[in-house]
């Protein structure tokens, strides 16, 4: 299991102010130091928190990766095979939007068209590309059918039950989508709205190999420090597969 740390809220902290201050990219720095095996990074159209600079220093100092989030629009696009990151993950982008509502839309044409062509243009760039889907089997087929090497399921569902129920129901439907994600040749990663609360059982899903976190981790470095938030986060990540296995806690049925 993988700890991908998005720093996108440190550059948000800056932006309220249109100061220097924080710096993304030394909390990135801070983040590897803490166990991060990568950075996250969302270079929005409307630039409301990473910048351009953001991005490219982060090029140049980063020391184990960068996923660049972006919307499937040629300018981004353009930008991601210029800066040359480890992984492109395409996200859906609404300008009205606080933050990521749900998986991209593969059920139109249009929209598999679009995102096809950045598919190929960043493949062509030799970026590994990652599409951010809901973790169901249609989407997930689509994703297999543009040839993209993995998908990161998107947990903001199951992040936002708030029930027992529910949370089983949405944890249920996060490990059938990774299933067949394996199962069709994907690599699979998931993240949106994962917490030091919630994270365990997605964490223990077997076919999971990467989480991104971001939100919760800069919320509780205000409090605590960068390093020392992203090393309790790493040290869940590690505990849970034995603690999921645990008895007396919910393990997502396998016979379905």
Partial sequence: MRLYVNIDHVA?????????????VRAAVLAELGGAQGI?????????????RDLRLLMTTCRSG????????????????DARPMQVTLVP???????????????????VEKVGRAVKQLQEASI???????????????????EVEAVELHTGEYATATTDRS????????????????????AVHAGHGLTYENVTPVAGLPEIEE?????????????????????????????APARVKAPGRWVPPLGY
């Fill in 211 to 239: 989480v991104n976190i971001g939100h919760s981790i800069v919320s509780r470095a205000v409090l605590v420090g960068l390093e020392r938030a992203v090393r309790e986060m790493a040290q869940l990540l590690r505990e």
């Fill in 66 to 81: 960068v996923n660049l989030e972006v919307a499937a629009e040629p300018d981004v696009v353009r930008i991601a095979c």
């Fill in 12 to 24: 948000t902290i800056r932006e309220a102010r249109r100061t220097d201050e924080p710096d993304p």
């Fill in 40 to 52: 996250t990074v969302h270079l929005r159209e409307d630039r409301r928190h990473i910048q351009d």
């Fill in 93 to 111: 982008e609404r300008r009205q939007e606080v933050t990521t509502e749900g998986g991209l839309d593969l059920s139109g044409p249009e929209t």
């Fill in 167 to 186: 949370k089983a129901q949405q944890l249920t439907r996060l490990h059938r989508g990774a299933r067949l994600g394996r199962e069709l040749g994907l």
């Fill in 128 to 146: 590994r590309v990652s599409l951010f889907v809901d973790p169901d089997a249609a989407a997930l087929e689509a994703c297999r059918a543009l």
